[in-house]
């Protein structure tokens, strides 16, 4: 069966924003007198804004009503958001570009499916909106991964059976989203913790379409 579609998660496969988290975290934590450190944003990775606000309150033993959480939440957003608009396309992650026009130039299709409610943000800012057929965020699903939602809900935009289609996951979470959405699932980071994912590349410095063809014609 022919590839038809690659389909990217956003944060740590495109460009890597969890530096923007931790500062607009560090941040909070600062307003509040919590001492937030890298090490703490390990504990965030992959878990809700919401939780990860719980998670920073528990670090300061702090206790908060809804209502200031919802407040306290909005505000690390607002900073979060801030950062991401200094982006620009130095940020992308090396050979990303380079992958994403041979993809183009092949007539393979390119969707987004990520979490992010900002995605669309961060691909203006780093000049790359122009080449996704299709953008899949947090604003469109209400399933979070490992739930294939975002990928089958990809997919189906662009009229492509989820066979044809082949998902590049930074998170355990995302390849198990695209193993039950019946895609290729490549992992692109840690192999420890993408040990799932039907093949593991360190990233796209040098991945090439004629890469990605060799692992597809294999499976």
Known sequence: MELKLAIFDLDGVIVDTAKYHFLAWQRLGREIGVEFTRTDN???KGVSRMRSLDILLEIGGQERSDQEKEALANQKNTWYVEYIRQMDTSEILPGVLP???????AGIKIALGSASKNAKTILERVSLSDYFDAIVDGNVVSKAKPDPQVFTLAASMLSTPSQQAVVFEDAQAGIEAALRAQMMAIGVGDPETLQDADTIIPG???????DLRKIWSAR
């Open 204 to 210: 796209f410095a040098d991945f090439t379409l004629e």
């Open 99 to 105: 992958f994403l026009e041979e993809l183009r130039d």
């Open 42 to 44: 390990e504990r965030l």
